[in-house]
């Protein structure tokens, strides 16, 4: 394609900027995908469930573009009876904070019958998924795949010969609304733990591929034979090959353990993000966390081996997910000669903590400014509002307004939400390692207000729960930005702990683990205008109000498109 120019400078000037823009528009593409989510049946452990599907598939399809193209989703709520939204992990959505995905914070949730345009830009490569973000619906299995790929014309900082993308989930078989009222109720009523782990939307419940080794289940127990919904996809590879395994974690309360018998790892890619290669035997992974990580087939050809994924952080009650990485031309269903990798007891946190401060950002990545313009020391507590058990930040229960924060701000409607900011601190006197002496909270859905373009340190202080001798995970996960994670320390985070912060090579994340008892210490740049969410990634603790909003440079983001905020008092704005 190009453009025979004439003599006219005026031409010859028209011509220059057409081809510039063809060149530009063969170098990224606008990626177009129509979806419907709806319920449907599917047997995601090999029993059949109501799943929340996308065009009639679970998980949903796998989004796969380059670094520099738009992703187009025209979403069509094919649901009777509520709202939906998609968040799109990991992506920052620079210059389109509507297209987050975050009902009453980016946008209005989309009512049934309704059809809303994601229209974003993905800028990086990375690893990255999608997931519901209203309700609990990424319990209820709204959820998929995002590959972005490097661009054309560039290579990644390593070299593969093909890759495997494992979306990594929990499963429970009480439906999802009737987890949301137990969470809700008082007395309280937990949940319990997942009855499957599953990989790629695939687990199999009273039942062990591992049957040779298990004295209570035996091959011929496996319903899965012959349903195909629900058989493990196996990893059909070639010898003296090197493959990446692209491994995300969606899941909405477990964290996961992953190990390939026989085989070592080498850890790439952490959130979209390069990190100095490092190799581990097996890696702990959190939910909204992602990873790349390399693999070499140098075992015996003539075997198979075990892909465990297992849980960690809580007391397992959960079998260890399980699928087959098949050496091509062994036969796939030759079972492996020895056991799945033991998963590292559930609370080894000297296990986790190992992993975790192994992670350093690979040479060139973005630096982290030397010093903050303000930090917010967030206490992560578990408290009671009268009589309900609830999760709160700085004795504060995060209640999410009827109208969207983004629209509120930007038109000006102060009474939408509480205009007091919540505290950047917690009294001093609070003693983290026991049970608060006062367990009682309050709701709130204020704002915390940053300067644009400042630099905000936020320490995560995990603290004991109700309970004695309790204290939880809690994967942070941060929208709109990376951060970097400048360090972890054990007990109550002070003053003299900055001496320590990594400012040469941390991670650069968007989502960061606090151990129990324990602080980890988070940096980022407020560069991103918009009102962005800031929250524990268990899905049961958001829902209990474990999490925080971010307001910056709201005055800079551009017209919003009308369809985002046409609910609450913005949509009387917009009549």
């Known amino acids: 394609m190009g453009c025979k120019c004439r003599d006219s400078r005026a031409f010859v000037f028209w011509c220059i900027v057409l081809s510039s823009l063809i060149h530009v528009s063969l170098g990224s593409k606008s990626r177009h995908f129509k979806w419907e989510v709806e319920y449907m049946y599917s047997t995601p452990d090999c029993l059949e469930h109501v799943v929340m599907g996308i065009n009639g598939q679970f998980p949903g399809p796998t989004i796969r573009a380059k ?50 345009v994601y229209r974003f830009k993905v800028d990086r490569p990375g690893t990255y998924f999608y997931h519901g973000h209203y309700g609990m619906q990424r319990s209820a299995g709204l959820y998929g795949s995002l590959i972005v790929d490097v661009a054309d014309g560039k290579k990644e900082p390593f070299h593969y010969d093909g890759e495997f993308n494992l979306l990594l989930s929990d499963w429970w078989h009480r439906d999802v609304h009737e987890q949301e009222v137990s969470l809700s109720s008082k007395p309280f009523r937990w949940i319990g733990e997942p009855q499957s782990l599953l990989i790629n939307g695939r687990g199999q419940f009273n039942c062990s591929l591992a049957a040779k080794f298990s004295s209570n289940a035996s091959v011929s127990q496996c319903k899965f ?47 979209g993000n390069y990190v100095q290669p490092f190799a581990v035997d097996d890696l702990d992974i959190y939910s909204g966390e992602s990873y790349s990580v390399l693999l ?31 050496y091509i031309p062994t036969s796939a269903s030759k079972l492996p000669t020895s056991p799945p990798p033991v998963t590292p007891r559930w609370d080894d946190y000297n296990h986790s903590k190992a992993f975790t401060k192994s992670i350093f950002a690979l040479m060139g990545s973005p630096q982290p400014p030397r010093t903050h313009d303000r930090r917010i020391i967030l206490l992560n507590t578990q408290n009671r509002i009268n009589g309900f058990t609830k999760w709160s930040i700085n004795n504060i229960s995060l209640a999410l307004p009827p109208t969207p924060y983004l ?13 007091r900011q919540p505290p950047d601190n917690y009294d001093n006197s609070y003693d983290i390692m026991n049970p608060p002496v006062n367990p009682n909270s309050t709701h709130g859905n204020g704002v915390y207000t940053i300067k644009f373009n400042t630099s905000v340190d936020v320490i995560l202080q995990n603290a004991n729960a109700l309970a004695n001798n309790v204290s939880e995970i809690h994967p942070w996960h941060l929208h709109g930005h990376d951060f970097w994670v400048l360090g972890y320390g054990e007990g109550k985070f002070k003053e003299e702990d900055e001496q320590n912060f990594n400012l040469k090579n941390p991670p650069f994340r968007n989502t960061a683990v606090i151990f129990p008892y324990g602080w980890t210490a988070l940096r980022f740049v407020a560069d991103n205008p918009g009102v962005w969410a800031f929250h524990c990634h268990i899905e049961p603790h958001l829902h209990m109000g474990m999490g925080v909003v971010f307001a910056e440079g709201v005055h800079r983001v551009g017209k919003i498109p009308r369809a985002a905020l046409a609910c609450g008092l913005t949509g009387n704005k917009l009549n």
């Not at 899941?251 to 080498?266: Q, R």
């Open 67 to 116: 670094a520099g193209d738009t992703i187009v989703v025209e979403l069509t709520n094919k649901l009777h009876t509520e709202g939906v939204v998609i968040h799109w992990h990991g992506i920052r959505q620079h210059g389109t904070p509507w297209a987050d995905g975050t009902a009453s914070i980016s946008q209005c949730a989309i009512n049934p019958g309704e059809t809303f």
């Open 225 to 271: 034979r012959g349903n195909e919904q629900c058989a493990p996809q196996i990893l059909h590879v070639d010898p003296k090959k090197t493959y990446r395994l692209r491994l995300a974690s969606t899941t909405a309360l477990a964290s996961l353990n992953l190990a390939v018998g026989g085989h070592k790892m080498v850890v790439v890619e952490a959130d």
């Open 296 to 326: 070499r087939t140098d075992q015996l050809p003539s075997r198979n081996y075990w892909i465990s994924v297992g849980v960690r952080g809580r007391e397992p009650k959960t079998p260890q997910g399980l699928t087959i990485l098949n």
């Open 407 to 419: 629209g509120s701000i930007k038109f000006g409607l102060n009474y939408a939400f509480d205009q």
